[in-house]
């Protein structure tokens, strides 16, 4: 994996916007609260501003607070000692973060950095227990979402056991695309970047990268990747079609 190279330099992944409604609409942990219950949350959060490049947090910061992202894109990664980085995912709105210290309350088990311009909101933990106090649901919610987040985690692992390198850069490209049906989906990254996403050094992603584009799967211009062929991706990476 490459070193020294801040994510946030020349990488920008299509997001979601939360749908038009309350500050909550979209966000699966809280789908299932009353309005009013739902009100209460959003008055209980702090609204957040996250430049493009600007870190949230640090692994072994305080775990305090739930990051609800409404705007924008966030990766969530773990540092080496020697300042390799290894990106765990991208979250997207409507989707949060920082789950795991809502339960806790330890330090952070990773660092974050707003890879676009962001704007969330941050549920600190006294105001969730409060809630949860109240409300016992909003526990049950927090619980489905961490289980979610093992379930990827036990993903990951698996990929890194059972895919060559090839087929994580496949997997990691079809996630980046995210859910467009759009012919042809442009992904703005460098190789860096797609390395440390990946798991691999920046020569052998390369390598994978250019195989790719022989098979007329995507093509590279610049700095850009211009995925063609979602389907053929899915495979190498051997994902199910849908």
């Known amino acids: 994996m490459s070193t020294g190279v801040p994510i946030g330099e020349g ?15 979209g966000v699966e942990m809280f789908a299932g609260l009353e309005p009013d219950v739902r009100q209460r949350v959003i008055a ?3 609204p957040r501003t996250y430049r493009k490049g600007q870190i949230l947090f ?20 773990r540092t080496a000692p020697t300042g390799e980085r290894a990106v765990l995912t991208v979250v997207r709105p409507p989707d949060v973060l920082g789950e ?12 974050a950095e707003a890879i676009e311009d962001s704007q969330a909101l941050a549920l600190s933990r006294v105001a969730f227990i409060d809630l949860v106090h109240s409300n016992p649901r909003i526990l049950d919610a927090v619980m489905r979402s961490v289980g979610a987040l093992i379930r990827r985690l036990t993903e990951q692992n698996a990929d890194h056991v059972f895919l060559d390198l090839p087929g994580r850069v496949a997997k990691t490209l079809v996630r980046l695309a995210g859910e467009s049906q759009a012919p042809m989906i442009t992904i703005e990254l460098n190789q860096s970047q797609l390395a440390e996403m990946a798991g691999g ?18 093509r590279t211009e610049g700095r850009r990747i211009v995925v063609t062929d979602v389907a053929a991706l899915r495979r190498r990476a051997g994902m199910a079609d849908r």
Not at 100 to 111: F, G, H, K, P, Q
Request: net charge negative.
């Open 11 to 25: 990488l920008t992944v299509d997001h979601r916007l939360a749908e038009q409604g309350d500050a909550l609409t």
């Open 44 to 46: 209980a959060a702090v």
């Open 58 to 77: 640090v692994e072994h910061d305080p775990g305090d607070s739930l990051i609800i992202l409404r705007r924008g894109a966030i990766a969530v990664f």
């Open 100 to 111: 795991v210290s809502l339960l806790d309350a330890l330090t952070r088990s990773a660092s």
């Open 201 to 218: 050094s920046r020569q052998s992603v390369n390598q994978a990268i250019g195989s790719f584009a022989s098979r007329g799967w995507l």
